[in-house]
């Protein structure tokens, strides 16, 4: 089993930055693929970025491409999500989870961070 907590959230201006963090716990971390959603109100939760358990592939939607970058230590069970040139379509709530099989099937979720941009 995994348990995961984010921390990192927080209010910016547009064209700032913000560093999201997810620990995690649980002996098969090193070996899960591992994911940051968002969820804005009224829109569908949406996968921004993905991260295998070697940290060799990597994955991020076409609305934050160039922007995030999603990274990873398995010594210090954390995956991070770097947010450059924040926009206010980014706002939303973020979460962490984890795909124990690398299948694409998301088992475990953390509890969210709000991320607002202001314009």
């Known amino acids: 089993q995994v348990q995961l907590v984010e921390s990192g959230g927080g209010l910016v201006q547009a064209g700032g930055s913000l560093r999201l963090s997810c620990a995690a716990s649980?002996?098969?971390?090193?070996?899960?693929?591992m994911g940051w959603f968002r969820q804005a109100p009224g829109k569908e939760r949406e996968l921004v970025a993905a991260?295998?358990?070697?940290?060799?592939?990597?994955y991020y939607s076409n609305s934050v491409k160039g922007r995030f970058t999603i990274s990873r230590d398995n010594a210090k069970n954390m995956v991070y999500l770097q947010m450059n040139s924040l926009k206010p379509e980014d706002t939303a709530v973020y979460y962490c989870a984890a795909d124990l099989l690398g299948d694409g099937h998301y088992n475990y979720w953390g509890q969210g961070t709000q991320v607002t941009v202001s314009s």
């Open positions: 991260i295998n358990w070697s940290a060799g592939n990597t």
């Open positions: 649980g002996r098969t971390f090193s070996s899960s693929a």
